[in-house]
């Protein structure tokens, strides 16, 4: 089993991609099953291809959905990016002065304790 290439799903119409993969996932039924009742399999790698080829036509077909519900965006150019929002000082100082307090409240605690 050859792999699929990406270029030829994506160039495949809708229901072609549909009945391709109907067909792999019958041949990985089959294949495991196979593999279940101890038989060897002819190719010992066809398991994985069979697989990788169903996981290439649903992520075509799942591209092909988002872009139908969502169209292209236009990307922006670097100089239109927002500029970070700066924190503003008060805050900051509030931050501090607790933080403050709450360590001179501990040197206390540990000055009484070593009395």
Same mark, same amino acid.
Not at 38 to 62: C, D, E, F, L, Y
């Given at each position: 089993?050859? *792999? !699929?290439? @990406?270029?030829?799903?994506? #160039? ?6 549909? @009945?391709? !993969? $109907?067909?792999?996932?019958? =041949? ?7 593999? #279940?009742?101890?038989? +060897?399999?002819? &190719?010992?790698?066809?398991?994985? +291809? ?8 649903? @992520?075509?077909?799942? =591209?092909?959905? *988002? +872009?139908?519900?969502?169209? +292209?965006?236009?990307? %922006? #150019? %670097? &100089?239109? $990016? %927002?500029?970070?929002?700066?924190? &503003? !000082?008060?805050? $900051? ?5 607790? =933080?403050?307090?709450? @360590?001179?409240? !501990? ?6 304790? %070593?009395?």
């Amino acid at each position: 089993m050859a *792999l !699929l290439k @990406t270029k030829d799903l994506r #160039a495949m119409r809708p229901d072609g991609r549909d @009945t391709k !993969l $109907k067909e792999l996932n019958d =041949e990985l039924m089959h294949e495991r099953g196979v593999a #279940a009742m101890g038989g +060897a399999p002819a &190719s010992p790698g066809k398991i994985r +291809a069979i697989r990788t080829n169903i996981a290439r036509i649903m @992520t075509v077909q799942r =591209e092909l959905e *988002l +872009a139908i519900e969502r169209p +292209a965006e236009v990307p %922006k #150019a %670097k &100089s239109e $990016k %927002k500029p970070k929002a700066p924190v &503003s !000082l008060p805050e $900051k100082e509030a931050v501090d002065e607790v =933080e403050d307090d709450d @360590t001179k409240s !501990l040197d206390r605690e540990d000055q009484e304790e %070593k009395k």
